[in-house]
């Protein structure tokens, strides 16, 4: 185990609190690191560690010990790191988040009534500077032949969240779903639906283009845009959301799609935010 400074090069980084859910989010946050060629962060938020306290250091020292077991058990070729931070969960991550690839956070709740609203994943999803995956569920380890499943506002606003589903869906070698609800139902709607989704397909096409190993589908439905994903995401491997809030407070910037997504999702959920740049590269644009 291996402790370092928080600023210290990027790679994948994942939150531990000692709890089951952080726990799978290490597992699921080791498997990416390798997938995608990374090292691990492994950060626990410890300000009841700060004083002198024996007692709190032992604790501290027992959940990233743990975590740290977890990521090597599952992932022993991944090069992961520990790091104990005196200060709040939210402030630490984010943190943490400003010069990673990726920022990946578990949830506890299985249900929409065990959900903890004021959790730390809804905190910081939308405000870390790069994509932040919730690991919710219990699927994560059992679907990894699953798609991934892109819910799609504005093509040109979502962007980055268009990328990182493509890049997603390669890296794992998966089929990819792009899913865009609207909800005012039109006279003619087969003729309507499919002229969309021939649209939807068009603008699509740098990211076709770019990742052409990449099974596409597009599909244009009628429906509430979070209901029409949570059913969708059944059989998704992960969920993939934008979320804008230009010039809005940070409390904010999680559109209420994408937390009504987090916080029901039956798999994990990536939020994109509109202006990363972390990770892979956006396609040019025609």
Request: aromatic share 4%; proline share 5%.
């Given at each position: 185990m291996n402790e370092q400074n928080i600023t210290a090069g990027a790679g994948v980084v994942v939150g531990a609190d000692g709890t089951e859910a952080a726990l799978r989010a290490v597992a699921w946050a080791a498997t990416e690191a390798r997938v995608r060629g990374l090292a691990l962060r492994i950060v626990h938020a410890a300000p009841y560690a700060a004083s002198t306290n024996d007692a709190g250091c032992r604790r501290a020292t027992a959940i990233l010990g743990r975590a740290y077991t977890v990521?090597?058990?599952?992932?022993?070729?991944?090069?992961?790191?520990?790091?104990?931070?005196?200060?709040?969960?939210?402030?630490?991550?984010?943190?943490?988040?400003?010069?990673?690839?990726?920022?990946?956070?578990?949830?506890?709740?299985?249900?929409?009534?065990?959900?903890?609203?004021?959790?730390?994943?809804?905190?910081?999803?939308?405000?870390?500077?790069?994509?932040?995956?919730?690991?919710?569920?219990?699927?994560?380890?059992?679907?990894?032949?699953?798609?991934?499943?892109?819910?799609?506002?504005?093509?040109?606003i979502d962007a980055p969240?268009?990328?990182?589903?493509?890049?997603?869906?390669?890296?794992?070698?998966?089929?990819?779903?792009?899913?865009?609800?609207?909800?005012?139902?039109?006279?003619?709607?087969?003729?309507?639906?499919?002229a969309a989704a021939d649209a939807l397909?068009?603008?699509?096409?740098?990211?076709?283009?770019?990742y052409p190993q990449v099974p596409v589908e597009a599909r244009v439905v009628h429906g509430e845009p979070v209901d029409e994903l949570l059913r969708a995401a059944v059989t998704a491997r992960l969920v993939v959301v934008g979320t804008h809030g230009r010039g809005a407070p940070v409390r904010l910037l999680l559109g209420s799609t994408s937390r009504a997504v987090v916080r029901y999702s039956p798999c994990p959920v990536m939020v994109v935010r509109w202006d990363s740049v972390a990770g892979d590269a956006h396609p040019s644009r025609p």
């Open positions: 990521a090597h058990q599952l992932e022993p070729r991944v090069v992961a790191h520990t790091q104990r931070v005196d200060e709040q969960p939210v402030r630490t991550l984010l943190n943490a988040a400003s010069n990673a690839d990726l920022l990946v956070v578990g949830m506890r709740g299985e249900g929409p009534g065990e959900v903890v609203i004021g959790s730390v994943a809804l905190a910081v999803s939308g405000a870390a500077c790069c994509p932040v995956t919730v690991v919710r569920g219990q699927r994560h380890a059992a679907d990894l032949t699953g798609p991934v499943l892109l819910g799609l506002e504005d093509v040109g969240a268009v990328t990182a589903a493509f890049a997603d869906a390669q890296r794992h070698r998966t089929s990819l779903i792009v899913l865009h609800a609207q909800q005012v139902y039109l006279r003619d709607w087969d003729t309507d639906r499919d397909v068009k603008q699509l096409a740098p990211w076709r283009s770019q």
